[in-house]
């Protein structure tokens, strides 16, 4: 079982996107230029994980991780994702398209992003099966903290384990159970935060980065991996600062040309258009952050803790806003950091903020022997 | 004009916490130790708030400052406060106790916090005539921005001067305004965030301070001083990587025996009961963070933006539970590392993180040599 700093010449590890951003140039130029990077399993079939992680394979012999979601259970309130379909009939109308249906099994035919059976559980147990058939270096989990078994059979197939943890208590569980890493995310990151539990009553605002990494170093002796909100290289230096054993970013590496992203989506980064981001269920029933766009406005108000129903939901809207070049109601996910996205080449990126990383220790070394 | 790290021996500095715990003594004690010490002179008449200051000349030669609120305007619906009011009628009558008039100028008998015309000016103009005419080392601002004028006064009295920001924009602002330097408070920290405009229609939920730290930094040409969630050194040094000239610290002095917060919320700081934080307006009409206790879960959901009539309104109905014995309905202003704090005499603290900040920056090295 190699560590995960032997895994990568940097600690600096892309963070699985789901929903395209994360294709396999993407992860194989990072891998190339000596970081980790992650595809996203998430949403896709266990087929099309296969031959994404075909694709990478065939590109760099670097290594490189998958990311999976966990299964969700069933939501509390089974009519709610249906309640919010309704709410939206007059946004769907003018985008032409038709919503999706909440519940698992719709064949609509606007839903190309999963399964045909979409539901709660993602596929996950034919991803894992898949997996633990073809080993790949690195695996990590969202939304949840798969069982020990699971855990141990990663482990007897050499794969190195990551469970995305939003707080102290979450990563005690990732230990009991067995991973060998746990990416603390903090309220900063883009994209869905990987609450193990969403409960919309406990009013889970998220916790800082600097925060959470220090939390969780000192309840768990796993390595940690910070992520959340980081754009430059001396932020990584901050989180190691911190005790954190590598960083993982997403947004920065959103804006790359390798990135799948929408182009909308990755102008609207740096666009003074979007000032601001906020976590909402808007989207997919689970709380994720975005740039606040109209949709955010005038839908997050009385989005349902409904996940995955209303992302089936809000599926072809989102994708005919993109047709139509309306970033409005498009999911722009996106961390606290995104006014600072550099359209760079991957691999230039990683370089960069490398650099920028050995800048902040000499400074720190420079700081010292000045005392 | 000196420059902020020439004030005190360590990066440190304790933060301003009004309404108690931010005693003469503490500052003393910190500004002994060779930290920087802060005065809150928010809710304090301008003649309590010179006592305090020669309560600390008269105990160290040491630098400290002093943190004034400022003005506020009146809230965007002037009934807000008055119709919250009849709603926690109920929880008054439970602890035997009046509520607080809302409106300027009430001469409530159990509002011993302030002077008896509190209004939303806090008595800010008094304050700084007061400041002006007797200097002491640091002045900061929370709330706002002050005036060019009144920042250039303060510089030509010899005074440095802090103007706390949530945002670039308002680094931004300060830094237009003629301001020293700007202390970065970051989503993680304890009591009132320092918003400059506390609009309820933007849905600030607040950044998180590593990515605030950066933003900033790379906004403004200002020395940064980070806040928020900070309670070890090893998160001082990540700070100072990420660009910051010091880090300032509250919930972990809260905690010290020379703080005046109430033991009651001492204890409740590290107590299994009280296991998170959230941002609220129930106690003030203005958000800010605490650990969620009985009133914050059945009264933040509908508490208006109203500040400081929220904060009158329920000033007694706080004091009469803390009177009580009973933590549910008092404010219990934590950050979100406020499990972290450790109860040790406010120096030795101060002692505790430059040793831990050191050691950070030893093996910052030592990981350097080992490449």
């Given at each position: 079982?190699?560590?995960?700093?032997?895994?990568?010449?940097?600690?600096?590890?892309?963070?699985?996107?789901?929903?395209?951003p994360s294709t396999p140039r993407l992860v194989a130029a990072v891998a190339d230029a000596g970081g980790l990077g992650f595809l996203a399993a998430g949403y896709r079939t266990g087929g099309e994980m296969r031959q994404e992680i075909d694709q990478v394979r065939s590109t760099t012999a670097g290594a490189f991780g998958v990311n999976l979601f966990m299964p969700q259970p069933p939501p509390?309130?089974?009519?709610?994702?249906?309640?919010?379909?309704?709410?939206?009939?007059?946004?769907?109308?003018?985008?032409?398209?038709?919503?999706?249906?909440?519940?698992?099994?719709?064949?609509?035919?606007?839903?190309?992003?999963?399964?045909?059976?979409?539901?709660?559980?993602?596929?996950?147990?034919?991803?894992?099966?898949?997996?633990?058939?073809?080993?790949?270096?690195?695996?990590?989990?969202?939304?949840?903290?798969?069982?020990?078994?699971?855990?141990?059979?990663?482990?007897?197939?050499?794969?190195?384990?990551?469970?995305?943890?939003?707080?102290?208590?979450?990563?005690?569980?990732?230990?009991?159970?067995?991973?060998?890493?746990?990416?603390?995310?903090?309220?900063?990151?883009?994209?869905?935060?990987?609450?193990?539990?969403?409960?919309?009553?406990?009013?889970?605002?998220?916790?800082?980065?600097?925060?959470?990494?220090?939390?969780?170093?000192?309840?768990?002796?796993?390595?940690?991996?910070?992520?959340?909100?980081?754009?430059?290289?001396?932020?990584?230096?901050?989180?190691?600062?911190?005790?954190?054993?590598?960083?993982?970013?997403?947004?920065?590496?959103?804006?790359?040309?390798?990135?799948?992203?929408?182009?909308?989506?990755?102008?609207?980064?740096?666009?003074?258009?979007?000032?601001?981001?906020?976590?909402?269920?808007?989207?997919?029933?689970?709380?994720?952050?975005?740039?606040?766009?109209?949709?955010?406005?005038?839908?997050?108000?009385?989005?349902?803790?409904?996940?995955?129903?209303?992302?089936?939901?809000?599926?072809?809207?989102?994708?005919?806003?993109?047709?139509?070049?309306?970033?409005?109601?498009?999911?722009?996910?996106?961390?606290?950091?995104?006014?600072?996205?550099?359209?760079?080449?991957?691999?230039?990126?990683?370089?960069?903020?490398?650099?920028?990383?050995?800048?902040t220790a000499q400074r720190a070394v420079g700081m010292r022997s000045a005392q």
């Amino acid at each position: 079982m190699s560590s995960l700093t032997d895994l990568c010449r940097y600690p600096i590890v892309q963070a699985p996107m789901a929903g395209g951003p994360s294709t396999p140039r993407l992860v194989a130029a990072v891998a190339d230029a000596g970081g980790l990077g992650f595809l996203a399993a998430g949403y896709r079939t266990g087929g099309e994980m296969r031959q994404e992680i075909d694709q990478v394979r065939s590109t760099t012999a670097g290594a490189f991780g998958v990311n999976l979601f966990m299964p969700q259970p069933p939501p509390a309130d089974p009519g709610a994702a249906a309640a919010y379909r309704d709410r939206l009939a007059a946004v769907a109308g003018t985008y032409d398209t038709a919503l999706g249906d909440p519940g698992p099994g719709s064949d609509d035919p606007d839903d190309s992003e999963g399964s045909d059976k979409f539901d709660g559980s993602d596929g996950y147990d034919a991803k894992v099966a898949a997996l633990l058939a073809e080993p790949v270096p690195v695996v990590s989990f969202t939304f949840g903290c798969p069982t020990r078994d699971t855990l141990d059979a990663f482990a007897r197939a050499g794969t190195y384990t990551i469970v995305t943890v939003t707080t102290a208590e979450e990563a005690r569980d990732a230990q009991w159970a067995g991973a060998d890493a746990v990416c603390a995310q903090g309220v900063e990151a883009g994209g869905h935060q990987s609450t193990h539990h969403d409960d919309p009553r406990a009013d889970h605002t998220g916790i800082g980065l600097l925060t959470l990494v220090t939390q969780v170093r000192e309840t768990v002796q796993l390595p940690v991996v910070a992520a959340g909100g980081i754009m430059r290289g001396a932020q990584i230096a901050a989180a190691l600062a911190a005790g954190a054993d590598a960083a993982q970013l997403g947004t920065a590496f959103l804006a790359c040309p390798e990135s799948g992203a929408h182009p909308l989506h990755k102008q609207a980064l740096t666009s003074p258009m979007f000032v601001r981001t906020a976590l909402t269920r808007a989207f997919s029933g689970r709380p994720a952050r975005g740039l606040v766009n109209r949709f955010v406005r005038e839908h997050d108000p009385y989005a349902p803790a409904a996940y995955p129903q209303v992302h089936r939901v809000t599926s072809g809207l989102r994708k005919a806003a993109a047709r139509a070049g309306d970033a409005q109601s498009m999911a722009l996910w996106a961390g606290q950091g995104h006014r600072m996205a550099r359209e760079l080449p991957a691999g230039e990126l990683v370089e960069l903020l490398a650099a920028e990383m050995s800048e902040t220790a000499q400074r720190a070394v420079g700081m010292r022997s000045a005392q």
